[in-house]
């Protein structure tokens, strides 16, 4: 493992052409949305908010609904601008040296910057879709929340009358497996993965980086704090990811 000199870019990442990047709540922070698990993260601070995610709580509890409809409230994302982080994975797609763009993240900032949805993979899903646990009619999120500001607390589907949950994958629930098989694949066929503003704590997302790692794949770690899998990083960097990628990435 090797700590970054910010004025070196090594030849083996400026040379790599097939590059596949993991991205986590961090990378956001910069465009004003919270971290989760971060020093300052939301689940840091109330660890009860985590209820709020967790697909047995929510569907037991109307309670815990209606407060996670207030939370999708106040954590709306449509005035949320991309980054310079974000934007320098578009100028990595430019450059014709992305192999895929796998993230964690549910805000959509990376198509907001320019990424081709093709080459995004959201393994937790999308805040700004809602889906009918019962029979699977999706609408928008903006759809639902008028609601909820027109006074539906927890907003039923208008199709079946079932539960209504944002389109994001919560603690507990199943992953979109052909997005799953589309990650690994992306992970298993690069030159470098490079996770950027992830704990690689949340499996399988962090476990990308043994399969890239596995196949003999460089590994970058550009995250504000230690993560589980430093030890496999041929280069971890700690500066601010706002700066870093665009640096790092560079044509």
Known sequence: MASADPAAVPDWLRDARRVTVLTGAGISTDSGIPDYRGPNGVWTRDPDAEKLVTLSYYVSDPDIRRRAWLMRRDLQVGD??????????????????????????????????????????????????????????????????????????????????????????????????????????????????????????????????????ATGARVVVVNAEPTPYDHLASLVVREPIGTALPRLLAA
């Open 80 to 213: 949320v601008q991309p980054n310079a982080g974000h934007r320098a994975l578009v100028d990595l797609e430019h450059q014709g040296r992305l192999r895929a763009l796998v993230t964690q993240n549910v805000d959509g900032l990376h198509q907001a910057a320019g990424s081709s949805p093709d080459l995004v993979l959201e393994v937790h899903g999308t805040v700004h879709a809602v889906e009918c646990l019962d029979c699977g009619d999706r609408t928008t999120t903006a759809q639902a929340l008028a609601r909820v500001d027109a006074g539906e607390p927890d907003p039923a589907c208008l199709v079946c009358g079932g539960i209504l949950k944002t389109a994001t994958i919560s603690f507990g629930q199943a992953l979109d497996a052909s997005v799953l098989d589309a990650a690994v694949a992306a992970a298993a066929d690069c030159d470098v993965f490079l996770a950027v503003g992830t704990s690689l704590g949340v499996h399988p997302a962090a476990g990308l980086t043994d399969v890239a790692a």
